[in-house]
Nanobody
Framework: QVQLVESGGELVQAGGSLRLSCAAS????????MGWFRQAPGKEREFVAA????????YYADSVKGRFTISRDNAKNTVSLQMNSLKPEDTAVYHC??????????????????????WGQGTQVTVSA
């Protein structure tokens, strides 16, 4: 089992920045690729960003590319999402997730919810206009 706890969500004005963190415990963190997903009210959960076990490969949804940055610290068992130039449409509950990937860590693999084995409860991000 891997336990994931997100933090850092809050109310922010459009154009502002936030940094989300996800702390992992349980099984060996370095064995897992990590992802961030978000779910807005009335919408399906969607991919935001993902990072492979070493941090050397990252992927982003087109809607956040150039504004968000995912990173991980394997010594501290944490993954972060730096969010800049926030927009009202970024408002959602943000979840981190862990995936034990066997094989190529492609963008298709990284962005698929079904590939993630463990999920956190989420942290609310609200961006006001």
């Amino acid at each position: 089992q891997v336990q994931l706890v997100e933090s850092g969500g809050e109310l922010v004005q459009a154009g502002g920045s936030l940094r989300l963190s996800c702390a992992a415990s349980g099984r060996t963190f370095i064995n897992y690729a990590m992802g961030w997903f978000r779910q807005a009210p009335g919408k399906e959960r969607e991919f935001v960003a993902a990072i492979n076990w070493s941090g050397g490969i990252t992927y982003y949804a087109d809607s956040v590319k150039g504004r968000f940055t995912i990173s991980r610290d394997n010594a501290k068992n944490t993954v972060s999402l730096q969010m800049n130039s926030l927009k009202p449409e970024d408002t959602a509950v943000y979840h981190c997730a862990a995936a034990h990937i066997v094989g190529l860590f492609s963008s298709t693999v990284a962005s698929a919810l079904r590939n993630y084995d463990y999920w956190g409860q989420g942290t609310q991000v609200t961006v006001s206009a």
